[in-house]
C-alpha cells in the first residue's frame, strides 16, 4: 500500500514546469479588505485635491 501526501502530483507531460502554488513569494501580504480601503483613501485624496483651491 502506497503512503499518500497531501501533494499534488503531476502527469509526466508536466515534468519540468514551474508549480506557482508551490513557490513562496516575498512581496507583502494585504488581504482584499485592504487594498479596498486603501483605494478608496486614495481617491477622496484625489477628489480633494482636483477640487480644493
Known amino acids: 500500500m502506497s503512503k499518500k501526501d497531501n501533494k499534488i502530483d ?5 515534468a519540468g ?3 506557482y502554488f508551490d513557490e513562496e513569494s516575498v512581496g507583502p501580504k494585504l488581504s ?8 478608496v483613501i486614495l481617491a ?3 477628489f480633494v ?5
Open 17 to 19: 514546469l514551474v508549480r
Open 49 to 53: 485635491l482636483r477640487y480644493s483651491a
Open 32 to 39: 482584499p479588505e485592504a487594498v479596498v480601503v486603501a483605494t
Open 44 to 46: 477622496i485624496f484625489c
Open 10 to 14: 503531476m502527469p509526466q507531460t508536466g
